[in-house]
């Protein structure tokens, strides 16, 4: 079992940056693929990024690309989101998710790759 906790979530202004946090415990962390999804207000879950086990390779929506950044730090079984940027669209619950088997240098869109969730983060951005 994976535990999924993020923070760092918040209000600001359009144009400004945040950067959430996602601490994972319960599974060795660098084993995991892991992403980061959002939902907007009667909107579907959709993808934001993802990052592989190894290597490090990266994946972004295009919505983001550019203005948003993917890491992780093994060590501190944590993964990052920073955005910056920030946009009224951006708008959403931003949700830490990890993918249980992944294949070790790719990475995932699809929600049902993943197996465990976080109990997501607000993120409101005004214009």
């Known amino acids: 079992q994976v535990q999924l906790v993020e923070s760092g979530g918040g209000s600001v202004q359009a144009g400004d940056s945040l950067r959430l946090s996602c601490a994972a415990s319960?599974?060795?962390?660098?084993?995991?693929?892991m992403g980061w999804f959002r939902q907007a207000p009667g909107k579907e879950r959709e993808f934001v990024a993802a990052i592989s086990r190894i290597g490090g390779r990266t994946d972004y929506a295009g919505s983001v690309n550019g203005r948003f950044t993917i890491s992780k730090d093994n060590a501190k079984n944590t993964l990052y989101l920073q955005m910056n940027t920030l946009k009224p669209e951006d708008t959403a619950v931003y949700y830490c998710?990890?993918?249980?088997?992944?294949?070790?240098?790719?990475?995932?869109?699809?929600?049902?790759?993943?197996?465990?969730w976080g109990q997501g983060t607000q993120v409101t951005v005004s214009s």
């Open positions: 319960g599974r060795t962390f660098s084993s995991l693929g």
């Open positions: 998710a990890a993918d249980n088997v992944p294949p070790p240098f790719s990475t995932s869109r699809y929600l049902r790759d993943y197996d465990y």
